[in-house]
């Protein structure tokens, strides 16, 4: 399958500061990328879709001031977390669409955040 | 209603045995369904997709889709101790290419 590898894997930050988690699509070319969120032993929560070259998609209810996404690249996209606070700390997903067996949905290995 | 529903479980089966994950979902536009495994803190990993209706089978994994009545099903045969993980159905398709999830069952398999 598809490898999708995200950036850091774990980051624990102070109450305030920001931070970036990266996203890339290592062997096939993704115009489309989501990222989630997942809290522990709840589903997974997409947040918003981000398309290469233009403004992300966000989802009712996540702040798209503090979720700062950027698709860049055909590899490559960044979700910032700014203004980070405790409650911000979760598990963040990115997966990336390929075009293999129409539009299959690859995940990243997960990124943890502690907002400290 | 919720657009993809699954037992939250968990379904509990003896080792060998045959473990039977259901899923519904609500949109009759949807048109690709997947089934990922995720164990505790790991990210969702893909074990199978279906588009087609009727049965999809790969190693000991047999995803099953009926369009009519809206349903998808995943069968695990011979089931292991290391198949002990959350199951998670998810659908696109009707939603604008956005995946959506199931919130998942819990299978544990006991030796």
């Known amino acids: 399958g598809a490898v999708v590898s995200q950036h850091p894997s774990r980051v624990i930050c102070k109450s305030g500061t920001s931070v970036k988690i990266e996203c890339r699509s290592l062997d096939f070319q993704a115009t489309t990328m989501f990222w989630y969120r997942q809290f522990p032993k709840k589903s997974l929560m997409l947040m918003a879709t981000?398309?290469?070259?233009?403004?992300?998609?966000?989802e009712q209810g996540v702040e798209k001031d503090k979720f700062l996404i950027n698709h860049a690249s055909l590899t490559l996209s960044t979700l910032t977390v700014t203004s980070a606070h405790p409650e911000d700390s979760s598990f963040y997903i990115c997966s990336a669409i390929t075009g293999e067996g129409g539009n299959t949905i690859y995940f990243g290995e997960g990124s943890w955040l502690t907002v400290v | 209603q919720k657009e993809v529903e699954q037992n939250s479980g968990p379904l509990s089966v003896p080792e060998g045995a045959i473990a039977s994950l259901n899923c519904t979902y609500s949109?009759?536009?949807?048109?690709?369904f997947f089934w990922y495994r995720q164990y505790s803190g790991k990210s969702p990993e893909l074990i199978m997709f279906i588009y087609s209706n009727g049965d999809k089978e790969d190693g000991r994994f047999t995803a099953q889709l009926n369009k009519a009545s809206q349903y998808v099903s995943l069968l695990i045969r011979d089931s292991q101790p290391s198949d002990s993980a959350t199951y998670l159905c998810a659908v696109t398709g009707g939603y604008g290419n956005k995946l959506v999830f199931g919130a998942g069952t819990i299978l544990r398999v006991k030796s």
């Open positions: 949109d009759r536009g949807s048109q690709s």
């Open positions: 981000s398309n290469e070259g233009s403004k992300a998609t966000y």
